[in-house]
């Protein structure tokens, strides 16, 4: 069964700096990962995917990265700002569950203004 | 921009009771799914439904849940005897297509459910 970790649990940065969240998984075997935000109480909003062909997208300020041989992913934040407080999660779809995606138990980032 | 819509926000049921939670998916869309996040822990996957069929289920969907698209726009989860470790927040989503890896799923905001 695929396994998704996500380090570390909780990040808090000052404002205007860049950081990188990480992503592991244990089966290379994937149609692709996503990148989510989650606010609180809210839903999840997503921000890149990555298939499994792919190494990075890129949208604004965010580039996610992904070695697939590896197991891991990386999601860089430029230029960090308050609004960017929320809880990031990642996921992977494996090829061989069809189309359910495995979650992380996410990243808890604060931005500090 | 189109987004998932979810009825009711938050849903307090006693134990025993049907609850069933309802959601909008993206008109175009074809696939749907029900995830669950019980408070601290991770979103795990429930349930996915194409052509007004189970396409795939977790071993959390057992007998007492059910979906159901009644209509061309609604998409919804019934728990039949709800338990307190059913207490979650429920998230729907859906996705254009399944094309080998290169849809997205787009999420709802969820539906909090409390057991009590």
């Known amino acids: 069964k695929q396994e998704v970790t996500q380090i570390p649990a909780a990040l808090s940065v000052p404002e205007g700096e860049n950081l990188v969240l990480n992503c592991s998984f244990t089966?290379?075997?994937?149609?692709?990962l996503q990148w989510f935000r989650q606010d609180p109480g809210k839903g999840l909003t997503s921000l890149l995917l990555?298939?499994?062909?792919?190494r990075e997208q890129t949208s604004g300020r965010l580039n996610a990265s992904l070695d697939k041989s590896s197991g891991r992913s990386t999601l860089y934040i430029a230029a960090s700002q308050p609004g960017d407080s929320a809880t990031y999660l990642c996921?992977?779809?494996?090829?061989?569950?069809?189309?359910?995606?495995?979650f992380g138990t996410g990243t808890s980032l604060t931005v500090i203004p | 921009e189109p987004e998932v819509t979810q009825t009711p926000s938050h849903q307090v049921t006693q134990m025993g009771q049907e609850v069933i939670l309802r959601c909008v998916p993206i008109?175009?869309?074809?696939?749907f799914y029900w995830y669950r996040q019980i408070l601290g822990q991770k979103v795990e996957f429930l349930v996915s439904?194409?052509?007004?069929?189970?396409?795939?289920k977790s071993e959390i969907f057992d007998d007492q849940f059910s979906v159901e698209r009644p209509d061309g726009s609604n998409f919804t989860l019934k728990i039949r005897s709800t338990k307190l470790e059913d207490s979650a927040m429920y998230f729907c989503?859906?996705?254009?297509?399944?094309?080998?890896?290169?849809?997205?799923?787009?999420f709802g905001p969820g539906t909090r459910l409390t057991v009590l």
């Open positions: 996921a992977v779809r494996p090829r061989n569950t069809g189309n359910q995606f495995y």
């Open positions: 008109s175009n869309h074809l696939y």
């Open positions: 989503a859906s996705s254009e297509i399944f094309l080998a890896g290169v849809d997205t799923q787009y």
């Open positions: 089966d290379s075997a994937i149609y692709n």
């Open positions: 439904f194409y052509n007004n069929e189970i396409s795939e």
């Open positions: 990555i298939q499994s062909s792919q």
